[in-house]
Structures are given as structure tokens and as C-alpha cells.
């Protein structure tokens, strides 16, 4: 049905209502059927639509009555944007809607509603398969514009597209009850996608009381679906999924209890796997070495899964406790087995290195069982072996000059949902994706972040803090990172979440990470529930270029040490030859003191033979005197 305002085309905007009359609506009628005579098509153009002397006469006809000049007067007016949305159904009226008045008067309603709920119609099924949810908020704002007579006009589209949606979920329960379909066990998680096209939360929760029965029927879907999925498949991580998607729905339906009992038994089967996994962990230890390193590792791990279980246990489950208990048990017997060996080592070899070794076993020791005593325990553990040991190690390190600061582990917090897995992310400044690598590439690192894969329970606003925790277990740090992490930020999450985007570190322009093993811890509550780790490396290229430049500077050294030990070679020759002149020298010394000596002796003799000796001995004192002198020339001689 067009609307067509009377005024408009009679072009009486400009008059009172009061003024207009029977007399100027048959003047300006004359005047509108001649302009129309007188057009090419015999149509009058009003706001693009082409209308005949028939549909102007008809709508001329609703000023017959006073209280519709008064109306359609105020339409054309007073409320243009509602006028034109009567007339083509133009989106402003509903995005800037705002009430009024005249809108509570049931008459305006009447006048207004035919024309008025196909427009509305057509807007919501657009927003709807869109998935508007704010313009569907406002054009379901609009709903007291209609009256219930012509509800079906303005919900009709809508309506149709639930029940296709639901016919689509019927179809895929009907192939996968008959065996009809490519979905596996591993891949029918795939199906979620689809699923949450077919029933959109959000918006479905938004539609008015009479799509009620589509809700319901909906619902009823969706549990055949994961009924179908369960007998199967055997999926109960799917069929929960489907089931959180269910209960989000506002139904009422004498259904709700079946839905609820179907939902206790997923819950069971899906914690039934967390726990299985758990186990599977624990044993995977049993042949590992038994030293704190490996325990701190177990403990690392396994927060992840208890935080998952005792997210998704009744409070008072044993379950949870029991298996919490078993691996602090585990990580005990870790414990005490590396202080037990170090200190019968450390014994036979009292010396400073094996001191240090057992100050840096009870240190990291200490450490570990204060983390145990951040899980929740059995008291009967914690009363025979978690204290007494505790105690007993306190004791040896203050035996040995080690502290024992309280670390102030707290507690696994309870949230309401689990962690199904971790991605690491390498994102630019601008979080578009760069190259995913194992290991990360050094100079390619830019922003490392982590997506947390989830399943949620329930709406929260949760605080996450993260640790970026480098090779040499330093953590990084800004200028403005709170005082035990790298940087905090607040997240809100519903039941349709399924991926936790946390932002990355880094910088836009050079890596900031060094090479080896680097750890992101996620913690909440200062209890830390989650943790990954990348590798980050060099290229093959950069390795190579290393290896040559430390092959050349070995080359350097070891020429350098070639010349070296020549050089040392010909200062040892030089030493040995100037020792040798220096031994001649004094040779020579020896040889010069002696002969003066003789000489001394020879003169001596001489004297006394030529002066006071007999005959022959005067002959013998002028030989000597004869040899003396040749002495003093050999001497002479020997000395040039």
C-alpha cells in the first residue's frame, strides 16, 4: 500500500488547517488533474513515484475527514522524515527515531499503521539477515507505530527467514542421523560456524513477543542437532558449544528441563576430557627425571588444565581437589628427590663450588613448593607431606644461608571459562599479520601476541596480565608496565567468545627479542593459568656469515699467534746471544783480572830477583820482566 499524502500533492502545505476546506481542496484538485493532463505520461511525479489521476483521487479522498487533514497536515510539516518514510520507506525515520505525543494516540497509529508495516518490514529483515543489531534495536523501536492487526504485515519477512534458518538446521541434523554427511568426529567443531548463522544470539534475543514460538522451535533445533551430533559423533565439546548457544536464546519452553539434563551430561563428557588430559599429563612424567626443573614444568602445565576443570566443576567437586592434589604430589616427590641427591653430593665434596650448587638447588627448590602450595590440596596431604616437607626444607636452607621469601602464589581463580589452546601472533604496528615461523626469525620480529582458542560459561570482564619472560628469565618491561609484568589489559567476554585476542609486544620499526627460548605467561588474579613458548633465531644466511666471521677472526688469532711465537723465537735468540756476549765479557773480565795478578806476581818476583836475587835469579827476573811485557801485548791485542 503507497502512501500519498494529500497535502503534498495539492501543494496546501502553506495553508492553516483551519483554512482548508472543501472549497480549496476541489480548487487545488482542479488544478493538480489539469497539471496532470497536461504531462507527457499523464502521471504526476511524487518523490519518484509516478501517480495516476486515479491514485490522486483516492488519496484526496482521506481529507473527507477533519481529523485526517490534521494528520496528514502534520506529516507533511511537522514530521517529514516519518512522511517520507510512509511514502518509500527512507531509513532516517528509523535511525534518528525519536518519540513523540502524537505516537501514543491510538487514532495516528490507525492512520499511519497500514502504511507504515510493510516499510518496517522490509528494514527489519534487511538489518536482521545483516546482523544489524543496533539498527535493529531502533527499527524494533518503532514497533508502537503498528497496530496488532497488522503485526503479521511487519514481521512477515522476518518470520520466513527464522523458519528457513531453522529448516537449515533440521536438514544438517536430518544428514548427519542418516549417516548423509562429510562431518567427522575431529572436523564437525567446523559446524559452530554455520550454526551461529542460523540462530544469531544476539539479534534473535532482541525480536518482540511474537517470535516467541520461533524461539522455542529454534531451540528445540538446536538440541536435536547436538543430540544427533552426540549419537554420532560422539563431539561434546560440539554439543556443548551448541547447547551454550541454545541456553543464550530467551526461550519459554516446557523444553527448558530436557535442554538442562542434556546440558548436565555434555558438562560432565567435557570435563570429563579436560581430565583425561590431565591424567595423560601426569603420566607422561612418570619417566621423566625427578628434578625441580621438571617439576616446575608439570606445575606450569598443569594449571592450565585445573584451571579448565575447576572452571567447569560444581564448586564442591571432589574431582577437581583430587587431581590438584596428585600433582602437587608428583611435583613433591620431584622436589625432594634433587635436594635429597644434591645434598649426599655436596657431602663428599665440601668444597665452595659444591656450596654454591646446593644454595642454587634449595633456592629454586623453595621456590617450586611454594608454587605447589598455590593448588588446592587434600587436607590430609597437606597436613602428613605438603607442611612437614615444607618445613623440613625451610630448614635446610636456613641451614645453609638461603632465603625463604614468601612468593605469594594465589590460588587458581574460578571463571567461568576454559582455555581450549594458544596461538602465537606476529602482527605489524598496525595488527595486520606478518609471517608466522618456527622458529621466529630475529630481524623479522616485529609484535608477538597470543589468541587464546576459549569456551565461555557466562558474560565477564577479566583483567589478564602477561608476562613476556626472555632466554635469560628476565621479564620485559615498559615505562609503564606494572611492577610484576609487561603490560595488563582488560577484556569482556560472553558466551558467544570464542578467541581472546591478547595485544602483542614489540616495536614497529626492530626486533626487540633475543635469540633462544622465550615464555608468555597469562595470569589472572596473580595466578598464572596459561603459558607458551616461541623459539627465536637467526637465518641460515646470518649464521653462516657468523661462522665465517669467526672463522676469520680465529684465522686472526692464530696468525697472531704465529708472529707472536716467531717474534718470541727471535727474542729468545737475541736473549741467548746477548747472554752469550754478556758470558764472553765476563769471560774476558776473569781472564784480564787474573792476568793482572800474574802480572803483579811477575813484577813482584822481577823486583825482587833483579835487585837482591843471586846471579841467575837476576838473569830469570829480567826473563820475566821480558814475558811481563809480552803479556801486555797479548793483552793489548785481545782487547782491540
Given amino acids: 500500500m503507497i502512501f500519498i499524502n494529500p497535502i503534498e500533492i495539492l501543494e496546501l502545505e502553506g495553508y492553516s488547517v483551519g483554512e482548508i476546506d472543501s472549497l480549496l481542496i476541489k480548487k487545488a484538485k482542479r488544478k493538480l488533474f ?155 567443531s567446523g559446524l559452530l560456524f554455520h550454526v551461529r548463522k542460523w540462530a544469531p544470539i544476539e539479534i534473535l534475543n532482541l525480536l518482540p513477543k511474537y517470535f516467541q514460538s520461533q524461539l522455542n522451535k529454534t531451540a528445540d533445533a538446536l538440541n536435536l542437532l547436538q543430540i544427533a551430533i552426540w549419537e554420532k559423533l560422539y563431539n561434546p565439546f560440539t554439543c556443548k558449544q551448541i547447547l551454550d548457544i541454545l541456553f543464550s536464546l530467551k526461550i519459554e519452553s516446557v523444553s527448558k ?59 564442591n567437586d571432589n574431582i577437581y581437589v583430587s587431581l590438584s592434589t596428585r600433582v602437587a604430589s608428583v611435583a613433591q616427590g620431584f622436589i625432594i628427590e634433587e635436594v635429597n641427591h644434591t645434598q649426599s653430593s655436596n657431602s663428599n665434596f665440601n668444597n ?63 571463571y567461568n571459562f576454559t582455555i581450549i589452546d594458544g596461538i602465537i601472533t606476529h602482527t605489524d604496528k598496525d595488527s595486520k599479520p606478518l609471517p608466522i615461523s618456527s622458529p621466529f626469525i630475529k630481524s623479522e620480529l616485529r609484535y608477538i601476541g597470543l589468541n587464546l582458542t576459549v569456551e565461555t560459561f557466562g558474560n565477564h570482564s577479566i583483567n589478564f596480565d602477561l608476562k613476556y619472560i626472555q632466554p635469560d628469565g628476565t621479564v620485559k618491561k615498559g615505562t609503564s608496565s606494572p611492577e610484576k609484568f609487561s603490560f595488563s589489559e582488560r577484556k569482556v567476554i560472553d558466551a558467544s567468545t570464542r578467541v581472546i585476542n591478547l595485544s602483542g609486544w614489540g616495536n614497529a620499526d626492530k626486533s626487540t627479542y633475543i635469540i633462544g627460548t622465550h615464555h608468555i605467561e597469562v595470569w589472572i588474579d596473580n595466578c598464572m593459568i596459561y603459558r607458551k613458548s616461541f623459539e627465536v633465531d637467526i637465518t641460515q644466511e646470518e649464521k653462516s656469515e ?95
Avoid at 558438562?267 to 591424567?279: M, Q, R, S, T
Avoid at 833483579?610 to 830469570?620: D, S
Fill in 34 to 188: 489539469a497539471d496532470i493532463e497536461l504531462s507527457d505520461d499523464n502521471t504526476l511525479n511524487y518523490k519518484g513515484i509516478p501517480l495516476t489521476k486515479t491514485d490522486c483521487e483516492s488519496a484526496i479522498e482521506k481529507l473527507e475527514k477533519s481529523d485526517n487533514i490534521v494528520l496528514c497536515k502534520y506529516l507533511a510539516i511537522d514530521n517529514q522524515t516519518l512522511n517520507k518514510c510512509l511514502v518509500n520507506g527512507d531509513l532516517t525515520f528509523f535511525t534518528n527515531y525519536q518519540h513523540q505525543n502524537i505516537y501514543d494516540q491510538s487514532y495516528f497509529v490507525e492512520f499511519i499503521s497500514p502504511y507504515f508495516a510493510p516499510h518496517f518490514d522490509k528494514a527489519l529483515v534487511n538489518s536482521f539477515r545483516n546482523k544489524y543489531v543496533v539498527t535493529t534495536r531502533k527499527i524494533l523501536g518503532t514497533q508502537n507505530l503498528i497496530t496488532n492487526s497488522d503485526k503479521h504485515t511487519a514481521f512477515k519477512s522476518t518470520s520466513l527467514e527464522i523458519a528457513d534458518k531453522i529448516k537449515a538446521i533440521e536438514e544438517i541434523t536430518r544428514k548427519i542421523k542418516n549417516n548423509e554427511t562429510s562431518w567427522t568426529q575431529g572436523s564437525i
Fill in 257 to 315: 528441563q530436557t535442554f538442562e539434563k542434556n546440558y548436565e551430561i555434555v558438562i560432565k563428557a567435557f570435563e570429563k576430557n579436560h581430565i583425561d588430559k590431565l591424567i595423560a599429563l601426569l603420566n607422561s612424567y612418570e619417566n621423566k627425571p625427578k628434578n625441580i626443573s621438571n617439576a616446575k614444568e608439570l606445575l606450569y602445565k598443569a594449571k592450565t588444565y585445573l584451571f579448565n576443570i575447576k572452571s567447569i566443576s560444581d564448586k
Fill in 352 to 414: 665452595l663450588f659444591g656450596n654454591l650448587s646446593l644454595s642454587e638447588v634449595l633456592k629454586n627448590a623453595w621456590e617450586a613448593t611454594q608454587l605447589i602450595g598455590s593448588l588446592e590440596m587434600q587436607n590430609d596431604f597437606i597436613i602428613n607431606s605438603y607442611n612437614p616437607n615444607k618445613e623440613r626444607l625451610q630448614n635446610i636452607c636456613n641451614n645453609h644461608s638461603v632465603a625463604t621469601p614468601n612468593h605469594n602464589h594465589s590460588k587458581i581463580p574460578q
Fill in 546 to 640: 657468523i661462522a665465517k666471521r669467526e672463522a676469520e677472526k680465529r684465522e686472526r688469532e692464530r696468525i697472531e699467534a704465529d708472529k707472536r711465537k716467531e717474534q718470541a723465537k727471535i727474542d729468545e735468540e737475541k736473549r741467548k746471544e746477548q747472554a752469550k756476549i754478556v758470558a764472553e765479557k765476563v769471560k774476558e773480565k776473569k781472564v784480564r783480572v787474573w792476568s793482572l795478578w800474574i802480572m803483579g806476581i811477575f813484577i813482584g818476583l822481577a823486583i825482587i830477583f833483579a835487585f837482591w836475587g843471586l846471579n841467575g835469579l837476576k838473569t830469570l827476573g829480567i826473563i820475566l820482566g821480558v814475558l811481563f811485557v809480552l803479556l801486555l801485548w797479548i793483552l793489548g791485542s785481545s782487547k782491540k
